[in-house]
């Protein structure tokens, strides 16, 4: 429980001053209850005999203070306090319970734009081992899980156990018999709890994964729709869409019905203890109809109110036991980036968020004995890597797979920081401040990524709209050759290019990838194999495209294809992570 409360504590960092507000207000609607359910007793026996205020000193002195001219007068008043402390009661229960609502579904937004945060700002070789579902699953139901399943059941069981007890005792002070009673049906309570935990935590976990699976399915389906389509494989995915769909449905349904199961057993238990104690009572205080129909009340009224109390406190401790699963993704996720950002190279001290400095770009780039190797890995990818790329040259990476080509590229860009060596820019380490350096490249990858949105959102790439310059814009949209696009399309720059950009070509994507990288100014462009899924024709409007950069800006080039790096000032051919082999054109590609 320990450990449970301070992975708790942890994700919920910064709100104790809440927690602590809400928990003090669930003690005054406690005590409010007992105070309430206290002064039935009372009330009931001046009810029944109006003359017991003068043989009770309390309620004497306190009737002599007032100045009252009847015990009637006494008992309207009496009354009138107990519906006051009720209404009272009742307005902040509700208030309480509102709270926790609104506390708990802020914290779930709070928590999801936390976790979007940590995953966005997480080094690369995090995302390299992560399938994008199970991280979409953490931060849209985890944490939908963790608010409705964990945190605010967890803060209802505190207002509930409150009450519980304070009624408990309550009850013990009024008839002592009780507290055995009582005292058993807590430990047969318990023992029900206890029974059933280990099936609620597994049925949890396997809930859990379910939905992550059915979203991987979900995006291997819908993100292939026209393999899909073509090979006739809608069935698997519907088949294992299904499986999974019966697996969430057979855990949920087990966990939500033994979590109820202890709300109807204590119910039965509570009425069988009140039942059985009235007889009881009835035989042992025979004569006495005034302290009888007093305790009975009191005994009445709070047996109730403990039929919720207890019967939600139970039901959502085995609520929080089935969502403790989404609990320790959360928690372990949030810890292995905070842990992993604690370990960076003491060397690497990004700037976070997106910086607007840019650093001095005047002569050269240089990659000084670059060295390195994946997490896990046992060979490195990168050994002792060392170039040169001055300002305005256009260089090409060749190599055979495997050797290094997107690794050297993944370096340059920052998204993998080496483990020896370093990157200079006219003399000064890139690493002080690696976003200000990232600020500097523009990427072209071999797929585009394409926003479901307008041809300019795409082009202006996470720039507010209100934002969005449009002479850079049209500068762009000409350097790349998008102008006979922009003027087929229905509604030009305004026209949606569909999810992924469905209804352009390749060769318009990849141009929309270069007016991208055009429109943020970048001096420096990489392009990672980008017309290495072209046909001939449109690969060399790419090309031309490309070509029509070379001297304003610095381009380094993955080629697929050596056509596209003819106009490279230097090719550096790597084999097993190193470079074998480096000179123009004509000495590396053509001599081969």
């Not at 509700?94 to 940590?118: C, V």
């Not at 009024?174 to 280990?198: C, D, P, Q, R, W």
């Not at 910086?355 to 390195?372: D, H, Q, R, T, W």
Request: proline fraction near 3%; include cysteine.
């Amino acid at each position: 429980m320990r450990q449970y409360l301070l992975k708790f504590i942890y994700i919920l960092e910064g709100k104790y001053k809440s927690l602590v507000l809400m928990v003090l207000l669930f003690l005054f609607v406690s005590c409010l209850e007992v105070l309430g359910t206290g002064l039935i007793g009372p009330f009931i026996s001046l009810a029944t005999n109006p003359n017991s205020i003068v043989q009770n000193s309390f309620l004497n002195s306190i009737y002599q203070q007032l100045s009252l001219n009847s015990p009637s007068q006494f008992l309207l008043l009496l009354g009138g306090l107990v519906i006051a402390i009720f209404y009272l009661k009742s307005f902040l229960s509700f208030n309480s319970q509102r709270l926790i609502f609104e506390f708990g579904f802020r914290q779930q937004g709070e928590l999801s734009a936390r976790l979007m945060h940590r995953y966005l700002a997480a080094p690369y070789t995090f995302h390299l081992s992560r399938n994008s579902a199970s991280l979409i699953q953490n931060v849209l139901n985890e944490t939908e899980r963790f608010s409705n399943g964990v945190m605010m059941p967890l803060l209802t069981s505190i207002s509930n156990a409150i009450v519980t007890f304070a009624l408990i005792v309550l009850l013990v002070n009024t008839n002592a018999m009780a507290m055995i009673i009582i005292g058993g049906i807590l430990v047969l309570s318990y023992g029900l709890l206890e029974s059933s935990k280990n099936k609620i935590a597994r049925w949890g976990k396997e809930g859990s994964d379910a939905r992550t699976e059915m979203i991987r399915l979900i995006n291997h389906g819908m993100g292939g729709l026209k393999e899909t389509r073509i090979i006739g494989c809608e069935p698997y995915f519907e088949g294992k869409m299904e499986e999974q769909i019966n697996q969430y449905s057979v855990s949920g349904s087990l966990a939500l019905s033994f979590t109820n199961l202890p709300r109807y057993v204590i119910e039965a238990f509570l009425i069988t203890f009140l039942i059985i104690f009235t007889f009881v009572f009835i035989s042992t205080n025979q004569g006495n109809a005034q302290n009888l129909s007093s305790v009975l009340g009191i005994f009445a009224l709070a047996s109730i109110r403990l039929l919720p109390a207890v019967g939600n406190l139970l039901s959502s401790i085995n609520g929080i036991r089935y969502n403790a699963y989404s609990l320790d993704k959360i928690y372990l996720d949030l810890k292995e980036l905070e842990d992993v950002n604690t370990r960076k190279n003491p060397k690497f001290i990004a700037s976070e968020g997106l910086s607007g400095s840019l650093l001095p770009f005047k002569e050269k780039i240089v990659l000084a004995n670059v060295s390195y190797c994946y997490p896990h890995a046992e060979q490195k990818s990168l050994e002792q890597v060392s170039l040169v790329i001055r300002k305005g040259e256009s260089i090409g990476l060749i190599g055979k797979s495997g050797a290094g080509k997107t690794t050297l590229v993944d370096v340059i860009l920052g998204l993998l920081i080496p483990q020896n060596g370093d990157i200079i820019l006219d003399g000064t380490s890139i690493y002080p401040d690696l976003r200000a350096w990232q600020n500097l490249i523009g990427y072209v990858p071999q797929s585009i990524f394409l926003i479901d949105d307008t041809l300019e959102r795409n082009i202006a790439f996470g720039v507010p709209d209100q934002l969005i310059d449009r002479q850079r814009l049209d500068k762009a949209i000409v350097a790349a050759q998008l102008e006979e696009l922009v003027e087929q399309l229905p509604h030009g720059i305004d026209t949606m290019v569909g999810e992924r950009g469905v209804l352009l070509s390749g060769g318009q994507r990849q141009r929309v990838g270069i007016a991208r990288a055009l429109y943020h100014e970048r001096e420096i462009l990489v392009f990672d194999e980008a017309t290495a899924a072209l046909d001939n024709e449109t690969e060399g409007l790419v090309t031309e495209a490309i070509k029509s950069l070379s001297g304003i800006k610095t381009m380094i080039i993955i080629a697929h294809r050596f056509s596209t790096i003819e106009h490279c000032d230097q090719i550096y051919r790597l084999e097993r992570g190193k470079v074998v082999e480096a000179g123009s054109y004509q000495e590396v590609v053509e001599r081969q």
